[in-house]
């Protein structure tokens, strides 16, 4: 199980622009949670701007396709908080129907109106919680929080080069993730099918 929380993502950040860390991230002041200072405030919004931006691209661990929504008693869809994108089912084969979320409900922009009459399968790109990503997606959004830090912060460009190298390395490992988890096919095969692709050695055994 990955120890990376977002404090020690926080503490990554610091380090990159020589600060020291923290023990913690918020303190609670009269039975609420503050920041423990303005900087450690910026660096965490900056981690969950990034955080939201990479998840944002959609992959395959925050994708999710055939989700049905049901419509509730006034015939209105109500849309999940935690959705970044979203899209219909096969919506680029079957054209007859094309929705968009608006505030929490699903509009259907073919028939201007709000009201379904059977329930909607959509495809999801959902936003988790960072403890909830794989360790090599936190390290990732780390980097590239950093390179913002460092931009905004330091104003060394030697350090936002190097930082940016660092961040395509770590991006290249989180596309070969991608693509070993992703089980992609060319030939478009749906998900829930069995599909063995050629093997070369049955020529041989043949």
């Not at 918020?26 to 701007?49: Q, T």
């Not at 129907?97 to 009459?117: A, C, Q």
């Not at 959004?141 to 330091?154: D, N």
């Amino acid at each position: 199980m990955s120890t990376v929380t977002e404090l020690t993502s926080v503490n990554s950040i610091l380090g990159a622009i020589g600060q020291a860390p923290v023990s913690r991230i918020y303190d609670k002041v009269n039975g609420e949670l503050e920041y423990i200072n303005p900087e450690i405030s910026f660096i965490h919004n900056l981690l969950k701007e990034t955080d939201e931006d990479v998840q944002n691209e959609g992959w395959i661990f925050n994708t999710e396709w055939d989700y049905e929504l049901l419509p509730n008693k006034e015939g209105e869809i109500n849309v999940p908080p935690n959705v970044l994108r979203m899209d219909v089912s096969e919506g680029q084969v079957y054209r007859s129907t094309d929705v968009v979320r608006r505030g929490t409900r699903l509009y259907d922009k073919l028939n201007h109106t709000y009201k379904f009459t059977a329930p909607m399968c959509l495809d999801f790109t959902w936003k988790l919680d960072y403890e909830e990503l794989p360790s090599v997606f936190k390290r990732y959004i780390t980097l590239r929080a950093s390179g913002r830090a460092a931009t905004q912060m330091v104003a060394n460009p030697q350090l936002v080069q190097l930082l940016a190298t660092q961040e395509a390395q770590v991006r290249a490992a989180c596309l070969e993730y991608e693509c070993n988890q992703g089980d992609h096919t060319f030939f478009g095969t749906p998900p829930g099918v069995s599909y063995r692709s050629y093997q070369p050695y049955r020529t041989l055994a043949r």
